[in-house]
């Protein structure tokens, strides 16, 4: 069973599958049942994986993404050359949580803007300024100075 990505979920994937490596290779044979079973143990160790479509497999790389897909009960969440990001969210445990998809919480609410009291600095008004008295070193005081 395949699941739709709203466009931010694959935004979201893409992102945590940038820096992986490809899992799984595709050679000249296409999509094999030792192929799917392959994918489907790296689906079930990781969630997000990346498969390398070989130079000789047969067919178009989105045709061969979405089939392995179909096979794995995967999504595409992208194909870029001939890199294609497979996502299978586990039932039990799942380690990556989609947004928008209820299990992720919601952020918690800004709290209330205290009201300030009467003469206290206005948010974005300039300080005011102070004068300090000049700091004198003792070594730098003469003793007629003093």
């Keep these: 069973m395949t699941i739709t990505l709203s466009s931010r979920q694959r935004q979201y994937l893409k992102s945590l599958g940038h820096h992986l490596s490809p899992v799984v290779h595709m050679g000249h044979h296409g999509v094999t049942d030792q192929l799917s079973s392959e994918t489907e143990r790296g689906l079930d ?33 992208q194909v870029i050359g001939r890199v294609a990001l497979l996502y299978r969210g586990r039932k039990v445990d799942p380690t990556i949580s989609l947004p928008g998809d209820g299990s992720v919480p919601p952020k918690a609410p800004k709290p209330a803007v205290k009201e300030e009291k009467a003469g206290a600095a206005k948010k974005g008004a300039p300080a005011k300024k102070t004068k300090k008295a000049p700091v004198v070193d003792p070594q730098d005081v003469w003793p007629d100075d003093v």
């Design 45 to 77: 160790a990781h969630e997000l994986i990346k498969v390398k479509l070989g130079e000789h497999a047969p067919g178009e790389r989105f045709a061969l993404a979405e089939a392995l897909a179909k096979g794995t009960g995967a999504s595409v969440v």
